[in-house]
C-alpha cells in the first residue's frame, strides 16, 4: 500500500527551483532516504508533504494517505500533521514544551482527537514502548530527558495518534552515536512489525544505508539518481553519488593499520 | 564547495525586509525634517528674533493666522519661530544625553563583559544603585540640586540613563567574549585591550545602537518633563517642555499655545521609536 | 618529542568537575582524542589551548607548566600552540574579511609592510586551496567549506608547531568535510605540524591520527594505538562506539542501549551501561593499567578483549526494552 505519493513535485521561489522530484512513492513497511548536502532541496522535499513550505510556490501532485496535500483545506491538513504523519526533527527538545510533562503532553495531543481517560492511558503508554523507552518517562519534562529520547518521545506521540507515516529530517545528526544507534533500531523495528512508511531525509550516507530500503539522490535541487538502495550504494550511477559514497569516512579494518597511517 | 549564491535563500522574506525597511525609513524622514527644522531655525523662522528674549506685548496670544501660522504667545512671541528653535534644544539635549549616557554605558558595559569577574561585580553593583532609583525621580533629585538650565537636564538625565545601557553592553559583551573568533583571537596571543576594541566592541554595538535610537524619544520626553516641572531650560530659552508648561492655563482659551510644542514633542519622540524599531527589526534578521 | 601535555589535569565549572585526573601527550604526529557530548573533550581542548586553568594538574608546552609561563614563553606558546575550530563560522569575527582575519595573525607577533600582508594573505589562501580573491569576503558571504579554509589559513599564519583541531569538520557537508581531511592531512606533512584532532567520529580519527585516546564522562578510558582501538577495543566504551558506528553497506548499527544512563558516581563510571559490569565495577574504580600495547581502565579489559564481538546488543527487535527501571 503506497502511503506517500509525488508527482511532478517543483518548489519554486521566484525563478529558482529549489526542488524538483518528478517521482517518489513510500509505501507502508519501506523506509525511503533522500540523501543530500545542504542546500540540495532535500528537506524542502520532505516538509512539501505536510503543506510546510512557506513563501514559495509549489506544485504537481502530493499525497499521503488519501489527502491530497496541495489542495487540502486548512483543516485536513492540521489532521495530517497531527495524526497521519509524524514529522521527526533535528532538535524535537525545541518542540516540547517545556512546562508540560511528557506525559500531559501526550494526553493533550489524544483529547485533540477524541481520545481520553483509560484509553488515552493505555496509548500513550503503548506508544512509549513502541520506542523502547520506559513509560516512567511520562512522568518527565522534556528538559529532563536526553536528545535520543526525546526524539523517540516524539516518535512515540506520532505513534499514539495512529501515524502510519514518519518523516524525520536529520534525526540523529545532533545525536552521539551511541544514541543515534538506538533511534535508528528503532525506526527499523517500526517500520518492520508495524509497517510504517518512513522517509528519511539524511546526509549521512553510512547510516542511510543501514536503513533505507530505496534512496534518492538530490542535488542543487534535483535528483541525480535513485533506485534501491543496495543496488544505489553497490553501483553508483552518478559521479556525484560516487562522491558522496567516496566522502564517508571509513572505519579502520586491521589492514590500515600495517603501513601506518591512513589508507 | 556550496554555491554560495544559496545564502541569498535564507533571506526569503522579501516583502518583510522591504516593509521592515520602509519603517526604518519613515522614521529617519520623519527625524530628518526634525533635525533639518533645527538646524535652519535662524533661516526658516518667520521671526527668528523671538525664538530669543524679544517681546512684543501688543501682539499677545494671537490665534493661528497668515503672519503667525501657529498664533503667538503671552508676550507677543511667534509660535512657530519658538518651536522651530526650540527643536534646536530638544535635539541638542537627546543627542548630548545619548552620547554621554551612551559612552559610558558601552565603556564599562564592555568591560564588565568582557573581563568579568570582579570588574563587572564592581560595575554592576554600581548600575544597580542607579537602577534602585525610578529614574525620573533621580533626575529630579539633581536637577533640584543644581541650578536649572539646559546643561542640568543633560546631566540629570545621563546619570539615570547610562546604567541601562551599561547593563545591556554587558550581556551582549559577555556573549561574545565566549564566541569562537575571541578564542581565536586569545589564541593568537592578542592583547586583552586589542580584542576589546577588535572584537568585542563592534559585535556588541548593534543592540544599543537601537536602544539609543529607541530612548531618544524618551530623552526628549523627560527632558520636556524637567523643563515643564521648572528644573530644565528657563525663558527665554525656547524648549518645548516650558512651552507646554506656561501655555497650558491657556489650553481653553489659546490653545496654539499648548497644543504646537506638544506636537512637536510627539512628533520627534514618534520618529526616534519608529526609526529605532525599524533598526531593530532589521538589525536582527 | 612532546610538544604539549596534560598531566593529570582535572577542570571544573565552579564545582562541577568536567574532566578528571586526565593526562594525554601531544607529539609531532596526529593524536586523536574521541568523544561524545559532555565527555569533556572540548573542555579539556580549552585548557591545552590556555584558555582555561586546570583545578589540579599541569598543562605542559616543552618543558615548562603553561601556567607558570613568562611574558615571552606564553608569546611563544601563543605562535606555536593553534586551535581550528568546529565552526569557521564562529571562529571568524563576522564583521572582518578573510584578509583581515590572517592579517591580524600575522601582525600579532610581527611587524609588517602592507605589501608584505597581502602577498602572505595571498599566498596562506592558496596553500589552504583558495583564490586570493576572497581574501575581500566577510564570513558570511563564503560557503561553511571556505570559512573552515580561512579559519585554517589564520591559524598558519603564525606559523605554528601543532594545531588543536576541536571537531573541525563536524559542521560540514560530507564531501566538503572529507576535502577539509585531505587538506589537513597535506598541511600537516608539509609544515611538519603536530596535531591534536578532537572528535566523535571514529571513521576520521582513524583515518588521522597514529595513537588516540578515549574520552568517558571526563576520563580517559582506554589510549593506544588508533587500529588497535577501532579494531580491536578493550574497553566496553570503546567498543559501544565502535559497534553504533553506520558502515556503509554494512550490518545496521548496533545500539549499546542504555545510553540515557549517567556515569557512575562511586567505581567504575561506565558501569551503568556496562553490560559486562559485575560486583567489583561498583566497588573499586578502575586505574589505567597496561593491556596488550595500550592503557585501558577496565577491570575485564581481558574479557573484552577475548569476546568475540560484541555482547548482545542492548536494543534487540523485539520484546523487552531496554529502559527497564534500574534497580
Same mark, same amino acid.
Given at each position: 500500500?503506497?502511503?506517500?505519493?509525488?508527482?511532478?513535485?517543483?518548489?519554486?521561489i521566484?525563478?529558482?527551483?529549489?526542488?524538483s522530484?518528478?517521482?517518489?512513492?513510500?509505501?507502508?513497511?519501506?523506509?525511503?532516504?533522500?540523501?543530500?548536502?545542504?542546500?540540495?532541496?532535500?528537506?524542502t522535499t520532505?516538509?512539501s508533504?505536510? &503543506?510546510?513550505?512557506?513563501?514559495a510556490?509549489?506544485?504537481?501532485?502530493?499525497?499521503?494517505?488519501?489527502?491530497?496535500?496541495?489542495?487540502?483545506?486548512?483543516?485536513?491538513?492540521?489532521?495530517?500533521?497531527g495524526?497521519?504523519?509524524?514529522l521527526v526533527?533535528?532538535?524535537p527538545?525545541?518542540a516540547?514544551?517545556?512546562?508540560?510533562?511528557l506525559?500531559?503532553?501526550?494526553?493533550r495531543?489524544?483529547?485533540?482527537?477524541?481520545?481520553?481517560?483509560?484509553?488515552?492511558?493505555e496509548?500513550?503508554?503503548?506508544?512509549?514502548?513502541?520506542?523502547?523507552?520506559?513509560?516512567?518517562?511520562l512522568?518527565?519534562?522534556?528538559?529532563?530527558?536526553?536528545?535520543?529520547?526525546?526524539?523517540?518521545?516524539?516518535i512515540?506521540?506520532?505513534?499514539?495518534?495512529?501515524?502510519?507515516?514518519?518523516?524525520?529530517?536529520?534525526?540523529?545528526?545532533?545525536?552521539d552515536?551511541?544514541?543515534?544507534?538506538?533511534?535508528?533500531?528503532?525506526?527499523?523495528?517500526?517500520?518492520?512489525?508495524r509497517?510504517?512508511?518512513?522517509?528519511?531525509?539524511s546526509?549521512?550516507?553510512?547510516?542511510?544505508?543501514?536503513?533505507?530500503?530505496?534512496?534518492?539522490v538530490?542535488?542543487? &535541487?534535483?535528483?541525480?539518481?535513485?533506485g534501491?538502495?543496495?543496488?544505489?550504494?553497490a553501483?553508483p550511477?552518478?559521479p556525484?553519488?560516487?562522491?558522496?559514497?567516496?566522502?564517508?569516512?571509513?572505519?579502520?579494518?586491521?589492514a590500515?593499520?600495517?603501513?601506518?597511517?591512513?589508507? | 564547495?556550496?554555491?554560495?549564491?544559496?545564502?541569498?535563500?535564507?533571506?526569503?522574506p522579501?516583502?518583510?525586509?522591504?516593509?521592515?525597511?520602509?519603517?526604518?525609513?519613515?522614521?529617519?524622514?520623519?527625524?530628518?525634517?526634525?533635525?533639518?527644522?533645527?538646524?535652519l531655525?535662524? #533661516?526658516?523662522?518667520?521671526?527668528?528674533?523671538?525664538?530669543?528674549?524679544?517681546t512684543?506685548p501688543?501682539?499677545a496670544?494671537?490665534?493661528?493666522?497668515?503672519?503667525? *501660522?501657529?498664533?503667538?504667545?503671552?508676550?507677543?512671541?511667534?509660535?512657530?519661530?519658538?518651536?522651530?528653535?526650540?527643536?534646536?534644544?530638544?535635539?541638542?539635549?537627546?543627542?548630548?544625553?545619548?552620547?554621554?549616557?551612551?559612552?559610558?554605558?558601552?565603556?564599562?558595559?564592555?568591560?564588565?563583559?568582557?573581563?568579568?569577574? *570582579?570588574?563587572?561585580?564592581?560595575?554592576m553593583?554600581?548600575?544597580?544603585?542607579?537602577?534602585?532609583?525610578?529614574?525620573?525621580l533621580?533626575?529630579?533629585?539633581?536637577?533640584?540640586?543644581?541650578q536649572?538650565?539646559?546643561?542640568?537636564?543633560?546631566?540629570?538625565?545621563?546619570?539615570?540613563w547610562?546604567? #541601562?545601557?551599561?547593563?545591556?553592553?554587558?550581556?551582549?559583551?559577555?556573549?561574545?567574549?565566549?564566541?569562537?573568533?575571541?578564542?581565536?583571537?586569545?589564541?593568537?596571543?592578542v592583547?586583552?585591550?586589542?580584542?576589546?576594541?577588535?572584537?568585542?566592541?563592534?559585535?556588541?554595538?548593534?543592540?544599543?545602537l537601537?536602544q539609543?535610537?529607541?530612548?531618544?524619544?524618551?530623552?526628549?520626553?523627560?527632558?520636556?518633563?524637567l523643563?515643564?516641572?521648572?528644573?530644565?531650560?528657563?525663558?527665554?530659552?525656547?524648549?518645548?517642555?516650558?512651552?507646554v508648561?506656561?501655555?497650558?492655563?491657556?489650553?481653553?482659551?489659546?490653545? #496654539?499655545?499648548?497644543?504646537?510644542p506638544?506636537?512637536?514633542?510627539?512628533?520627534?519622540?514618534f520618529?526616534?521609536?519608529v526609526?529605532g524599531?525599524?533598526?531593530?527589526?532589521?538589525?536582527?534578521? | 618529542?612532546?610538544? $604539549?601535555?596534560?598531566?593529570?589535569?582535572?577542570?571544573?565549572?565552579?564545582?562541577?568537575?568536567?574532566?578528571?585526573?586526565v593526562?594525554?601527550?601531544?607529539?609531532?604526529g596526529?593524536?586523536?582524542?574521541?568523544?561524545? !557530548?559532555?565527555?569533556?573533550?572540548?573542555?579539556?581542548?580549552?585548557?591545552?589551548?590556555?584558555?582555561m586553568?586546570?583545578?589540579?594538574?599541569?598543562?605542559?608546552?616543552?618543558?615548562?607548566?603553561?601556567?607558570?609561563?613568562?611574558?615571552?614563553?606564553r608569546?611563544?606558546?601563543r605562535r606555536?600552540?593553534?586551535?581550528?575550530?568546529?565552526?569557521?563560522?564562529?571562529a571568524?569575527?563576522?564583521?572582518m574579511?578573510?584578509?583581515?582575519?590572517?592579517?591580524?595573525?600575522?601582525?600579532?607577533?610581527?611587524?609588517? !609592510?602592507?605589501?608584505e600582508?597581502?602577498?602572505?594573505?595571498?599566498?596562506?589562501?592558496?596553500?589552504?586551496?583558495?583564490?586570493?580573491?576572497?581574501?575581500?569576503?566577510?564570513?558570511?558571504?563564503?560557503?561553511?567549506?571556505?570559512?573552515?579554509?580561512?579559519?585554517?589559513?589564520?591559524a598558519?599564519?603564525?606559523e605554528?608547531?601543532?594545531?588543536?583541531?576541536?571537531?573541525?569538520?563536524?559542521a $560540514?557537508?560530507v564531501?566538503?568535510?572529507?576535502?577539509?581531511?585531505?587538506?589537513?592531512?597535506?598541511?600537516?606533512?608539509?609544515?611538519?605540524?603536530?596535531?591534536?584532532?578532537?572528535?566523535?567520529?571514529?571513521?576520521?580519527?582513524?583515518?588521522l591520527?597514529?595513537?588516540?585516546?578515549?574520552?568517558?564522562a571526563?576520563?580517559?578510558?582506554?589510549?593506544?594505538?588508533?587500529g588497535? $582501538?577501532?579494531?580491536?577495543?578493550?574497553?566496553?566504551?570503546?567498543?559501544?562506539?565502535?559497534?553504533a558506528?553506520?558502515?556503509l553497506?554494512?550490518?545496521?548499527?548496533r545500539?549499546?542501549?542504555?545510553?540515557?544512563?549517567?556515569?557512575?558516581?562511586?567505581?567504575?563510571?561506565?558501569?551503568?551501561?556496562?553490560?559486562?559490569?559485575?560486583?567489583?565495577?561498583?566497588?573499586?574504580?578502575?586505574?589505567a593499567?597496561?593491556?596488550?600495547?595500550?592503557?585501558?581502565?577496565?577491570?575485564?579489559?581481558?574479557?573484552?578483549?577475548?569476546?568475540?564481538?560484541?555482547?548482545?546488543?542492548?536494543?534487540p527487535?523485539?520484546?523487552?526494552?531496554?529502559?527497564?527501571p534500574?534497580?
Amino acid at each position: 500500500m503506497t502511503l506517500i505519493s509525488v508527482q511532478d513535485l517543483v518548489v519554486r521561489i521566484g525563478d529558482r527551483v529549489i526542488a524538483s522530484v518528478p517521482e517518489l512513492d513510500v509505501a507502508a513497511g519501506e523506509c525511503v532516504a533522500i540523501v543530500g548536502e545542504s542546500g540540495s532541496g532535500k528537506t524542502t522535499t520532505l516538509l512539501s508533504m505536510l &503543506g510546510l513550505v512557506h513563501g514559495a510556490d509549489v506544485s504537481g501532485r502530493i499525497t499521503v494517505g488519501d489527502v491530497d496535500v496541495l489542495t487540502a483545506s486548512p483543516a485536513r491538513l492540521r489532521e495530517i500533521r497531527g495524526s497521519r504523519a509524524a514529522l521527526v526533527m533535528q532538535s524535537p527538545q525545541a518542540a516540547l514544551n517545556p512546562t508540560m510533562r511528557l506525559g500531559t503532553l501526550m494526553r493533550r495531543a489524544l483529547a485533540r482527537h477524541g481520545v481520553k481517560g483509560a484509553d488515552a492511558r493505555e496509548r500513550a503508554e503503548e506508544g512509549v514502548r513502541a520506542v523502547l523507552l520506559d513509560p516512567e518517562i511520562l512522568r518527565r519534562y522534556p528538559h529532563q530527558v536526553s536528545g535520543g529520547q526525546a526524539q523517540r518521545f516524539a516518535i512515540a506521540l506520532a505513534l499514539a495518534l495512529g501515524a502510519q507515516v514518519v518523516l524525520a529530517d536529520e534525526p540523529t545528526s545532533a545525536l552521539d552515536v551511541t544514541v543515534q544507534a538506538e533511534v535508528v533500531a528503532v525506526l527499523r523495528r517500526l517500520r518492520d512489525e508495524r509497517g510504517l512508511a518512513v522517509l528519511l531525509v539524511s546526509h549521512d550516507l553510512a547510516l542511510v544505508s543501514t536503513i533505507a530500503d530505496r534512496v534518492v539522490v538530490m542535488r542543487d &535541487g534535483a535528483v541525480v539518481e535513485s533506485g534501491s538502495a543496495a543496488e544505489v550504494f553497490a553501483r553508483p550511477g552518478d559521479p556525484y553519488t560516487r562522491e558522496l559514497i567516496a566522502a564517508v569516512p571509513a572505519l579502520p579494518e586491521p589492514a590500515d593499520f600495517d603501513e601506518g597511517e591512513g589508507p | 564547495m556550496t554555491a554560495p549564491a544559496l545564502t541569498t535563500l535564507r533571506r526569503t522574506p522579501l516583502r518583510r525586509l522591504a516593509g521592515v525597511d520602509r519603517l526604518a525609513v519613515a522614521g529617519a524622514v520623519l527625524l530628518g525634517v526634525v533635525v533639518l527644522a533645527a538646524l535652519l531655525a535662524p #533661516w526658516i523662522a518667520p521671526y527668528p528674533e523671538d525664538g530669543g528674549s524679544a517681546t512684543h506685548p501688543l501682539e499677545a496670544l494671537l490665534p493661528p493666522s497668515g503672519a503667525h *501660522w501657529f498664533g503667538t504667545d503671552q508676550v507677543g512671541r511667534d509660535v512657530l519661530s519658538r518651536v522651530l528653535f526650540g527643536a534646536r534644544t530638544s535635539l541638542l539635549i537627546a543627542v548630548a544625553v545619548l552620547a554621554v549616557s551612551g559612552v559610558a554605558g558601552v565603556v564599562l558595559g564592555v568591560v564588565a563583559g568582557y573581563a568579568g569577574g *570582579w570588574a563587572r561585580d564592581v560595575i554592576m553593583r554600581v548600575t544597580d544603585v542607579f537602577l534602585a532609583f525610578p529614574a525620573l525621580l533621580l533626575s529630579l533629585a539633581l536637577a533640584v540640586v543644581l541650578q536649572p538650565s539646559v546643561t542640568t537636564v543633560i546631566v540629570a538625565i545621563a546619570v539615570t540613563w547610562w546604567p #541601562w545601557y551599561a547593563r545591556l553592553t554587558a550581556s551582549v559583551a559577555a556573549s561574545v567574549a565566549t564566541r569562537g573568533f575571541v578564542d581565536s583571537a586569545r589564541c593568537l596571543g592578542v592583547p586583552a585591550p586589542l580584542i576589546v576594541l577588535r572584537h568585542v566592541l563592534p559585535n556588541s554595538l548593534t543592540p544599543v545602537l537601537v536602544q539609543l535610537s529607541l530612548d531618544g524619544g524618551g530623552v526628549i520626553l523627560t527632558a520636556a518633563a524637567l523643563s515643564y516641572l521648572g528644573l530644565g531650560a528657563h525663558e527665554p530659552t525656547s524648549e518645548w517642555g516650558l512651552m507646554v508648561q506656561q501655555g497650558q492655563s491657556l489650553f481653553t482659551t489659546d490653545w #496654539w499655545v499648548v497644543t504646537f510644542p506638544g506636537l512637536a514633542i510627539l512628533v520627534t519622540a514618534f520618529s526616534f521609536n519608529v526609526l529605532g524599531e525599524g533598526l531593530r527589526a532589521r538589525l536582527s534578521r | 618529542m612532546t610538544l $604539549l601535555a596534560a598531566e593529570g589535569v582535572t577542570l571544573a565549572y565552579g564545582a562541577t568537575a568536567v574532566v578528571h585526573d586526565v593526562s594525554l601527550a601531544v607529539d609531532e604526529g596526529g593524536v586523536g582524542l574521541i568523544g561524545e !557530548s559532555g565527555s569533556g573533550k572540548t573542555t579539556l581542548a580549552r585548557a591545552l589551548l590556555g584558555l582555561m586553568r586546570p583545578r589540579s594538574g599541569v598543562v605542559r608546552y616543552g618543558t615548562g607548566d603553561l601556567a607558570g609561563l613568562g611574558r615571552a614563553g606564553r608569546a611563544e606558546f601563543r605562535r606555536a600552540v593553534q586551535p581550528v575550530f568546529q565552526d569557521g563560522s564562529e571562529a571568524l569575527d563576522p564583521r572582518m574579511t578573510a584578509g583581515a582575519s590572517i592579517t591580524e595573525a600575522l601582525t600579532t607577533h610581527h611587524r609588517m !609592510s602592507g605589501a608584505e600582508r597581502r602577498d602572505r594573505v595571498a599566498a596562506l589562501l592558496a596553500d589552504v586551496g583558495l583564490d586570493p580573491a576572497l581574501a575581500a569576503r566577510r564570513p558570511h558571504e563564503m560557503s561553511g567549506g571556505q570559512r573552515q579554509r580561512v579559519a585554517i589559513a589564520r591559524a598558519l599564519a603564525v606559523e605554528p608547531r601543532l594545531l588543536v583541531l576541536d571537531e573541525p569538520t563536524s559542521a $560540514l557537508d560530507v564531501t566538503v568535510q572529507a576535502r577539509i581531511l585531505d587538506l589537513l592531512e597535506r598541511l600537516a606533512a608539509e609544515h611538519g605540524l603536530g596535531y591534536l584532532l578532537i572528535t566523535h567520529n571514529l571513521g576520521v580519527v582513524g583515518r588521522l591520527c597514529r595513537t588516540s585516546s578515549v574520552l568517558f564522562a571526563g576520563r580517559v578510558v582506554e589510549s593506544g594505538p588508533t587500529g588497535e $582501538l577501532l579494531t580491536r577495543p578493550a574497553h566496553p566504551y570503546t567498543r559501544a562506539l565502535r559497534d553504533a558506528v553506520p558502515r556503509l553497506g554494512g550490518e545496521p548499527p548496533r545500539a549499546a542501549g542504555r545510553t540515557e544512563a549517567a556515569a557512575a558516581a562511586t567505581g567504575c563510571p561506565f558501569r551503568l551501561r556496562c553490560p559486562l559490569a559485575v560486583d567489583r565495577c561498583r566497588e573499586e574504580t578502575p586505574q589505567a593499567r597496561e593491556v596488550e600495547g595500550r592503557k585501558v581502565a577496565c577491570h575485564r579489559a581481558e574479557e573484552v578483549l577475548t569476546t568475540p564481538g560484541s555482547p548482545a546488543p542492548r536494543v534487540p527487535h523485539g520484546g523487552e526494552t531496554p529502559d527497564a527501571p534500574r534497580q
